[in-house]
């Protein structure tokens, strides 16, 4: 009858081969339920900054040129093109004057962002001066309280595809006309 509690020296010496084997193994599939470390990310591209705001001297009464935009209520918008800029952050800023159906005007120094379109009044014109506002951020076009007043600008300051026209082109579109706009009343 052969003796089994005595195992040959060449069977003995796989066990802690398949010992370690084993505790790999486990050791491999405990890494899959664990989250890969984290790779580097890719280089973000740096927070959207506006830039440094200029306000342009205030313009004498002859600089506005009228937007061939019909308003709600009579209302007609002008703007000064000598103070036209297009930033390198792609804000559109520029000195605008709403006339009144009575003859009033109100006079501002705002920046727009072609998309989503939006808005920022800067400074308003009071006592022959810009008069600074504090930041109020931009607001959404459609948000904003005289929004449907100024929404002709996107048609003279941005391209269809919702980018900052050239200055030079603003200036034309502003000499020439751009397409005759009707804005209904609301």
């Not at 984290?38 to 600089?63: Q, T």
């Amino acid at each position: 009858m052969p003796n089994h509690h005595h195992q040959p020296w060449y069977r003995i010496r796989w066990i802690p081969l398949l010992l370690c084997l084993l505790c790999a193994l486990t050791a491999a599939r405990a890494d899959e339920d664990e989250p890969a470390p984290a790779l580097p990310a890719p280089l973000a591209p740096a927070p959207w900054h506006e830039g440094r705001v200029v306000l342009p001297p205030l313009p004498a009464a002859g600089d506005w040129r009228v937007l061939p935009a019909r308003l709600p209520g009579g209302w007609r918008l002008r703007l000064a093109p000598e103070t036209l800029v297009v930033t390198a952050a792609g804000v559109v800023r520029y000195a605008l004057r709403l006339d009144s159906p009575a003859g009033a005007h109100s006079r501002f120094y705002e920046g727009l962002r072609c998309s989503p379109p939006r808005i920022r009044t800067y400074a308003y014109a009071g006592r022959g001066r810009w008069i600074s506002l504090p930041d109020q951020g931009w607001v959404l076009l459609a948000r904003h309280p005289a929004g449907r007043y100024r929404r002709p600008l996107l048609d003279f300051l941005c391209d269809d595809e919702g980018r900052p026209l050239p200055v030079k082109e603003i200036r034309q579109r502003l000499r020439w006309g751009a397409p005759a706009l009707d804005i209904e009343d609301e």
